[in-house]
């Protein structure tokens, strides 16, 4: 059994700051990945930050610049710090994690954190 646990959603006012906090546990063997995806009213989940266990990054275009991910492999855990937060930023923020298994890695999801982001 895998769990991940978020923190740190909250309502902030335009071009404030946030940061998110993803904790795994539970049987794992080994974090391939882990991200931050973002799903608003009316669209699909996005990617919106991903590292992997190697330290390398990938962001969606419209967070570069403003939000940083971050991982401690030993812990488990990544965290999303978001700064010029704007209103389209709002969302429902999941944390997901690859877990590495036997011949696949399988796909583990946060049940989210709610980003609103209005003056």
């Known amino acids: 059994q895998v769990q991940l646990v978020e923190s740190g959603g909250a309502l902030v006012q335009p071009g404030g700051s946030l940061r998110l906090s993803c904790v795994a546990s539970g049987s794992i063997n080994r974090i391939n990945r882990m991200g931050w995806y973002r799903q608003a009213p009316g669209k699909q989940r996005e990617l919106v930050a991903a590292?992997?266990?190697?330290?390398?990054?990938n962001y969606a275009d419209s967070v570069k610049g403003r939000f940083t991910i971050s991982r401690d492999n030993a812990k488990n855990t990544a965290d999303l710090q978001m700064n010029s937060l704007k209103p389209e930023d709002t969302a429902v923020y999941y944390c997901?994690?690859?877990?590495?298994?036997?011949?696949?890695?399988?796909?583990?999801w946060g049940q989210g954190t709610q980003v609103t982001v209005s003056s």
């Open positions: 997901n994690a690859l877990i590495v298994g036997i011949g696949i890695n399988y796909p583990y």
């Open positions: 590292i992997t266990s190697d330290g390398s990054t």
